[in-house]
């Protein structure tokens, strides 16, 4: 099982390199070429929530991809810090201007993401959420036949 991680600060313009390190590394890995647009769009969406959620959060801490190359399949998580919680669980002053709208935004990016990805996995808590999508592979050996 080969890993590439990349940790990037939470700004939008890394959002971009990550899109490309992971279309490059899923390519390598064996993923249909008809389906790297959606893995370069899926990790841009859920890249663009993770920079969103630590600005809004006002966390300092990097963004963190990891790119999963495994025997039959290829994944990427996208991981962020920024606490999670329920809606109406915000403590008064803690939210931002208008918290309805973050929601709404942060189910539109989940959205989009599940509209990419067949196999998707969302998890989050109070140190950070998780991201994780999955693509199948072809074996190398299929490809050079």
Partial sequence: ?????????????????????AAAVARRAGV??????????????????????????GIDAPVKVLLIEEEKQFSIEVGDEAPHSAPGDRAPGAAADDPDMETEEDEMGLAVISGLVDDVEVTAGEHGGLIRMTWPTTPLATVLS
């Avoid at 008809?34 to 600005?55: I, P, S, Y």
């Fill in 32 to 57: 249909d070429e008809a389906v790297l647009d959606e893995v370069r769009l899926a990790v841009g969406e859920a890249c663009t929530r993770a920079v969103g959620l630590h600005q809004s959060g």
């Fill in 1 to 21: 099982m080969a890993t590439v991680e990349l940790r990037f600060s939470a700004l939008p313009e890394h959002v971009r390199t990550a899109r490309l390190v």
